[in-house]
């Protein structure tokens, strides 16, 4: 079993810092990939960053230039910097981790989410 357990969020002003963590844990053998995405009321879940096992990196084109996500591979955690926030970056985050059980099978599991919120 694979658990994946997002921190951080909150609630911030238009212009503000906010950083997310998540880490994946359990019966781990690899992890392909980690991302980040969001889901603001009734709208779809959108990509919002990701990251590779080779260091690849993929951004929405709203969030370009203003966040930051990185991985630190040795604890199976990722990490979202958002900087410049606007109101309307405020959404649930879901953390994705897609890799192989240590019975080699594939997974890929969502986090329960954590929440952003931008103030104007």
């Known amino acids: 079993q694979v658990q994946v357990v997002e921190s951080g969020g909150g609630l911030v002003q238009a212009g503000g810092s906010l950083s997310v963590a998540c880490t994946a844990s359990g019966s781990i053998f690899s992890i392909n990939g980690m991302g980040w995405y969001r889901q603001a009321p009734g709208k779809q879940r959108e990509l919002v960053a990701a990251v590779t096992s080779g260091g690849s990196t993929n951004y929405a084109d709203s969030v370009k230039g203003r966040f930051t996500i990185s991985r630190d591979y040795i604890k199976n955690t990722v990490y979202l910097q958002m900087n410049s926030l606007k109101p309307e970056d405020t959404a649930v985050y879901y953390c994705?981790?897609?890799?192989?059980?240590?019975?080699?099978?594939?997974?890929?599991?969502w986090g329960q989410g954590t929440q952003v919120a931008v103030s104007s």
């Open positions: 994705n981790a897609k890799g192989y059980s240590d019975s080699y099978y594939p997974f890929d599991y």
